[in-house]
């Protein structure tokens, strides 16, 4: 297996990352140490970003995030981006497979395509980073229910671990990725250029043009059909690309308001919208997501 040791480092200085006691030290001159919180993660966002109440998802969204999520309607996105890394990532020495997360929210979908990859024998050493502490803290916590390793343990190699950090700056060590994830966030492109390996694969995963048809079908009287096939940028190309669609029962109120709270929708429409929706006792809604392999060339 390989190790999370490999892939991170010091947000401030670029140096290789160490574990003593309860923190994290680099190895540069000024040795700065970041402390493991108590829920397992580790804060790697910038100075003066820490407090990121504006940047990452706020604690009410994770909630029903979470509380939509375990309900495994989505699972089967997480075990498409699973099947596409066993397919397409370079294996590691070690025959491992190493991914990034990236923007990776409480890390559900990061922990199961991780015991996805282990149930496969692929041997995963992988990192969740999210601008959000909220999210992360999940994470890790996921993580460790799930029997994964990571700071909290010692004497063990962690293989799988959360940071609080910004995608568009990560603090992962140059080319030290055989895959990176990207999950309904923004994509950092030349930040998974500079992470992968040559060969790598970066999978994106986006909303398809009938992604929650019927939500959007109530909140406006001409749904507009989304563009999805967007060209390889400049350093990729794209190697793959499989449409998920299938249909999912939210059998009460609260599951669609769930639903509909980790939607971009929730903060943009009217609260008569948004009761027309939440105040349903239950719909069936369509799932449509397009996963694109890019490939580091
Ligand atoms: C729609 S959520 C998706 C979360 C998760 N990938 C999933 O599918 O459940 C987008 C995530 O991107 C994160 N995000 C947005 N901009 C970010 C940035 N610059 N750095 C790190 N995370 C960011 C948000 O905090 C949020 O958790």
Do not use: Q
Request: hydrophobic share 40%.
């Amino acid at each position: 297996m390989e190790s999370v040791f490999e892939m991170i480092v010091c947000p401030l200085c670029g140096e290789r990352l160490e574990k003593e006691g309860g923190s994290l030290f680099c190895r540069g001159a000024r040795r700065h140490t970041y402390d493991v919180a108590l829920e397992g993660y580790v804060n790697l966002l910038p100075p003066g970003k820490k407090n990121n109440a504006k940047t990452g998802d706020r604690r009410e969204l994770i909630r029903s995030r979470t509380r939509f999520l375990e309900t495994g309607k989505y699972d089967r996105i997480s075990d498409a981006v699973a099947s596409l890394l066993m397919k397409y990532a370079p294996r590691g020495g070690t025959g491992g497979i190493t991914f990034a997360d990236l923007g990776c929210g409480e890390g559900y979908h990061t922990c199961r395509i991780a015991e996805d990859l282990r149930g496969a024998g692929a041997r995963p050493a992988a990192v969740g980073i999210d601008a959000s502490k909220y999210g992360v803290a999940a994470g890790a916590k996921r993580a460790a229910r799930s029997g994964f390793s990571s700071f909290d343990l010692n004497g063990e190699e962690p293989f799988l671990c959360f940071f609080a950090g910004n995608i568009f700056r990560p603090p992962l060590r140059d080319m030290c990725l055989s895959g990176a994830v990207s999950m309904f966030a923004p994509v950092a492109w030349d930040e998974a250029a500079r992470i992968l390996v040559p060969g790598g694969v970066l999978t994106v995963t986006a909303s398809g043009p009938d992604h929650l048809i019927e939500i959007r079908r109530i909140i406006y009287d001409e749904v507009r059909v989304k563009e999805t096939a967007a060209a390889a940028p400049e350093g990729f190309r794209a190697v793959g690309t499989e449409r998920l669609t299938y249909r999912i029962d939210l059998e009460d109120r609260e599951k669609t308001a769930d639903l509909f709270g980790m939607t971009p929708f929730a903060c943009r429409v009217p609260v008569s919208v948004r009761k027309k929706i939440t105040e349903r006792d239950g719909m069936t809604v369509t799932v449509d997501t397009v996963n694109t392999v890019y490939e580091k060339i």
